[in-house]
Protein backbone atom coordinates (compact mmCIF):
# COMPACT_ATOMS: atom_id res chain seq x y z
CA UNK A 1 0.00 0.00 0.00
CA UNK A 2 0.91 3.77 -0.89
CA UNK A 3 1.99 5.45 2.42
CA UNK A 4 3.16 8.50 4.25
CA UNK A 5 3.88 7.51 7.82
CA UNK A 6 5.01 10.97 9.72
CA UNK A 7 5.83 8.92 14.02
CA UNK A 8 6.01 12.40 15.65
CA UNK A 9 2.91 14.10 16.41
CA UNK A 10 4.58 17.02 18.01
CA UNK A 11 8.21 18.13 18.11
CA UNK A 12 9.44 20.69 20.49
CA UNK A 13 13.32 22.16 20.31
CA UNK A 14 15.10 25.36 21.91
CA UNK A 15 15.85 27.98 19.23
CA UNK A 16 19.41 26.96 17.66
CA UNK A 17 18.88 23.08 18.11
CA UNK A 18 19.10 21.18 15.07
CA UNK A 19 15.56 19.63 14.60
CA UNK A 20 14.64 16.74 12.23
CA UNK A 21 10.83 15.45 11.67
CA UNK A 22 10.90 12.39 10.08
CA UNK A 23 9.05 10.88 6.91
CA UNK A 24 8.84 7.36 6.58
CA UNK A 25 7.00 6.27 2.39
CA UNK A 26 5.68 3.33 1.24
CA UNK A 27 5.63 3.14 -2.57
CA UNK A 28 5.98 0.68 -5.24
CA UNK A 29 8.38 2.29 -7.85
CA UNK A 30 10.46 5.81 -7.96
CA UNK A 31 8.65 7.87 -5.14
CA UNK A 32 8.46 11.77 -5.95
CA UNK A 33 8.44 13.34 -2.25
CA UNK A 34 7.36 16.83 -0.62
CA UNK A 35 7.73 18.41 2.51
CA UNK A 36 4.33 21.16 2.93
CA UNK A 37 4.17 23.10 5.58
CA UNK A 38 1.67 25.71 7.28
CA UNK A 39 2.08 28.31 9.56
CA UNK A 40 -0.51 29.70 11.41
CA UNK A 41 -3.67 30.91 10.16
CA UNK A 42 -1.84 30.33 6.35
CA UNK A 43 -2.23 28.37 3.73
CA UNK A 44 -0.32 25.25 3.23
CA UNK A 45 2.63 25.65 0.89
CA UNK A 46 5.74 24.43 -0.38
CA UNK A 47 8.51 24.04 1.31
CA UNK A 48 10.95 21.86 -1.09
CA UNK A 49 10.49 18.60 -3.16
CA UNK A 50 13.79 16.25 -3.98
CA UNK A 51 13.93 16.67 -6.91
CA UNK A 52 14.95 20.39 -6.53
CA UNK A 53 17.37 19.57 -4.22
CA UNK A 54 17.24 22.80 -2.76
CA UNK A 55 17.75 24.63 0.54
CA UNK A 56 14.40 26.73 1.78
CA UNK A 57 14.59 28.81 4.87
CA UNK A 58 17.87 26.17 6.09
CA UNK A 59 16.11 23.04 5.69
CA UNK A 60 17.10 19.97 3.28
CA UNK A 61 16.02 16.59 2.99
CA UNK A 62 17.44 13.76 1.30
CA UNK A 63 16.02 11.30 -0.01
CA UNK A 64 16.81 7.37 1.20
CA UNK A 65 15.57 5.08 -0.91
CA UNK A 66 17.09 2.29 1.21
CA UNK A 67 15.49 2.83 4.11
CA UNK A 68 11.94 4.40 2.51
CA UNK A 69 12.89 7.87 3.97
CA UNK A 70 12.65 11.64 3.82
CA UNK A 71 13.61 13.20 6.57
CA UNK A 72 13.48 17.12 6.90
CA UNK A 73 16.39 18.48 9.14
CA UNK A 74 18.08 22.14 9.69
CA UNK A 75 20.69 22.74 11.78
CA UNK A 76 19.71 25.62 13.74
CA UNK A 77 16.01 26.05 14.85
CA UNK A 78 14.37 29.65 14.58
CA UNK A 79 10.76 30.60 16.54
CA UNK A 80 9.28 31.25 13.11
CA UNK A 81 9.95 28.13 12.10
CA UNK A 82 6.86 26.60 14.62
CA UNK A 83 4.71 25.42 12.09
CA UNK A 84 2.91 22.07 11.08
CA UNK A 85 5.07 20.43 8.84
CA UNK A 86 3.65 17.27 6.31
CA UNK A 87 5.51 15.03 4.36
CA UNK A 88 4.09 13.92 1.11
CA UNK A 89 4.38 11.87 -1.76
CA UNK A 90 3.09 11.82 -5.37
CA UNK A 91 1.31 8.57 -6.50
CA UNK A 92 1.67 8.80 -10.37
CA UNK A 93 -0.91 7.28 -13.04
CA UNK A 94 -4.12 8.41 -14.09
CA UNK A 95 -5.02 9.21 -10.14
CA UNK A 96 -1.67 11.63 -10.11
CA UNK A 97 -2.10 12.80 -6.52
CA UNK A 98 -0.30 13.44 -3.07
CA UNK A 99 -0.72 11.14 -0.10
CA UNK A 100 -0.10 12.96 2.80
CA UNK A 101 1.09 12.08 6.38
CA UNK A 102 -0.61 13.15 9.53
CA UNK A 103 1.50 16.20 10.17
CA UNK A 104 4.27 16.63 12.45
CA UNK A 105 3.66 19.79 15.18
CA UNK A 106 7.24 21.97 15.29
CA UNK A 107 7.57 23.97 18.22
CA UNK A 108 10.62 25.94 18.66
CA UNK A 109 10.90 27.73 22.14
CA UNK A 110 12.88 30.94 22.65
CA UNK B 1 0.64 36.14 -10.53
CA UNK B 2 -3.48 35.51 -8.77
CA UNK B 3 -3.14 32.64 -5.64
CA UNK B 4 -5.66 29.96 -5.41
CA UNK B 5 -8.88 31.56 -3.43
CA UNK B 6 -11.62 29.25 -2.58
CA UNK B 7 -15.69 30.29 -1.19
CA UNK B 8 -16.76 30.30 1.24
CA UNK B 9 -14.38 30.50 4.14
CA UNK B 10 -16.55 28.99 6.33
CA UNK B 11 -20.09 27.16 6.23
CA UNK B 12 -22.59 25.18 8.84
CA UNK B 13 -24.69 22.68 7.69
CA UNK B 14 -27.31 20.19 8.96
CA UNK B 15 -27.37 16.21 8.47
CA UNK B 16 -29.03 15.39 5.33
CA UNK B 17 -28.65 18.82 3.61
CA UNK B 18 -26.26 20.08 0.46
CA UNK B 19 -23.28 22.21 0.15
CA UNK B 20 -21.20 23.34 -3.02
CA UNK B 21 -17.64 24.73 -2.49
CA UNK B 22 -16.33 26.60 -5.05
CA UNK B 23 -11.89 27.07 -5.79
CA UNK B 24 -10.49 29.59 -8.35
CA UNK B 25 -7.33 27.86 -9.67
CA UNK B 26 -3.79 29.60 -9.79
CA UNK B 27 -3.73 31.54 -13.32
CA UNK B 28 -2.62 29.51 -15.83
CA UNK B 29 -3.20 26.35 -13.98
CA UNK B 30 -5.02 23.66 -15.83
CA UNK B 31 -5.74 20.98 -12.52
CA UNK B 32 -7.78 21.43 -9.72
CA UNK B 33 -7.50 18.71 -7.19
CA UNK B 34 -10.02 18.45 -3.56
CA UNK B 35 -8.52 17.17 -0.24
CA UNK B 36 -10.54 16.66 2.93
CA UNK B 37 -8.75 17.53 5.92
CA UNK B 38 -10.76 16.05 9.08
CA UNK B 39 -9.16 17.58 12.07
CA UNK B 40 -5.60 16.14 13.24
CA UNK B 41 -5.27 14.37 9.98
CA UNK B 42 -3.22 15.23 6.81
CA UNK B 43 -5.40 16.09 3.83
CA UNK B 44 -6.72 13.31 1.61
CA UNK B 45 -7.60 13.02 -2.02
CA UNK B 46 -11.10 13.09 -3.02
CA UNK B 47 -10.43 13.55 -6.65
CA UNK B 48 -8.75 15.65 -9.69
CA UNK B 49 -10.47 17.99 -12.97
CA UNK B 50 -8.42 18.60 -16.09
CA UNK B 51 -10.20 19.29 -19.06
CA UNK B 52 -13.43 20.08 -17.11
CA UNK B 53 -13.50 16.31 -16.78
CA UNK B 54 -12.63 13.88 -13.51
CA UNK B 55 -9.07 12.58 -13.56
CA UNK B 56 -8.51 10.28 -10.59
CA UNK B 57 -10.90 9.52 -7.41
CA UNK B 58 -9.46 9.10 -4.28
CA UNK B 59 -11.54 6.90 -1.89
CA UNK B 60 -14.72 8.94 -1.26
CA UNK B 61 -18.45 8.33 -2.20
CA UNK B 62 -20.32 9.21 -4.86
CA UNK B 63 -22.48 11.53 -3.18
CA UNK B 64 -19.02 13.81 -3.52
CA UNK B 65 -19.16 15.09 -6.97
CA UNK B 66 -17.40 17.64 -8.67
CA UNK B 67 -17.01 20.41 -11.61
CA UNK B 68 -14.63 22.31 -13.45
CA UNK B 69 -15.24 25.14 -15.93
CA UNK B 70 -13.97 26.25 -18.81
CA UNK B 71 -11.82 28.90 -17.20
CA UNK B 72 -10.37 26.12 -14.63
CA UNK B 73 -12.44 27.04 -11.76
CA UNK B 74 -13.89 24.35 -10.21
CA UNK B 75 -16.96 23.33 -7.53
CA UNK B 76 -16.96 20.58 -4.98
CA UNK B 77 -20.78 19.41 -4.41
CA UNK B 78 -21.14 16.93 -1.41
CA UNK B 79 -25.04 15.47 -1.09
CA UNK B 80 -26.08 13.97 1.82
CA UNK B 81 -24.37 15.82 4.27
CA UNK B 82 -23.45 13.17 7.36
CA UNK B 83 -21.56 14.86 10.55
CA UNK B 84 -18.49 13.45 9.77
CA UNK B 85 -18.31 15.31 6.62
CA UNK B 86 -16.84 18.48 8.73
CA UNK B 87 -13.70 18.96 7.76
CA UNK B 88 -11.26 21.57 6.07
CA UNK B 89 -11.86 21.13 2.21
CA UNK B 90 -8.79 22.27 0.33
CA UNK B 91 -8.19 22.88 -3.31
CA UNK B 92 -5.32 22.46 -4.93
CA UNK B 93 -4.23 23.90 -8.35
CA UNK B 94 -1.46 22.77 -11.18
CA UNK B 95 -0.14 22.35 -14.34
CA UNK B 96 -0.46 19.53 -15.80
CA UNK B 97 2.35 17.16 -15.98
CA UNK B 98 4.59 19.43 -13.34
CA UNK B 99 3.43 17.58 -9.69
CA UNK B 100 3.68 20.18 -7.72
CA UNK B 101 0.36 21.51 -6.38
CA UNK B 102 -0.69 25.15 -5.21
CA UNK B 103 -3.17 25.36 -2.37
CA UNK B 104 -6.07 27.42 -1.26
CA UNK B 105 -6.65 28.53 2.07
CA UNK B 106 -9.46 26.10 2.36
CA UNK B 107 -13.19 25.85 3.37
CA UNK B 108 -14.32 24.87 6.75
CA UNK B 109 -17.23 23.05 6.64
CA UNK B 110 -19.60 21.97 9.66
CA UNK B 111 -21.97 19.59 9.62
CA UNK B 112 -24.38 19.74 12.64
Known sequence: AQRVTQPEKLLSVFKGAPVELKCN????????????????????????????????????????????????????????????????????GSQGNLIFGKGTKLSVKP | ETGVTQSP????KT???QVTLRCSSQSGHNTVSWYQQALGQGPQFIFQYYRE???????????????????????????ALELDDSALYLCA???????????????????L
Request: proline share 5%; net charge positive; hydrophobic share 30%.
Open chain 2, 15 to 17: RGQ
Open chain 2, 93 to 111: SSLAGDNEQFFGPGTRLTV
Open chain 2, 9 to 12: THLI
Open chain 1, 25 to 92: YSYSGSPELFWYVQYSRQRLQLLLRHISRESIKGFTADLNKGETSFHLKKPFAQEEDSAMYYCALFRR
Open chain 2, 53 to 79: EENGRGNFPPRFSGLQFPNYSSELNVN
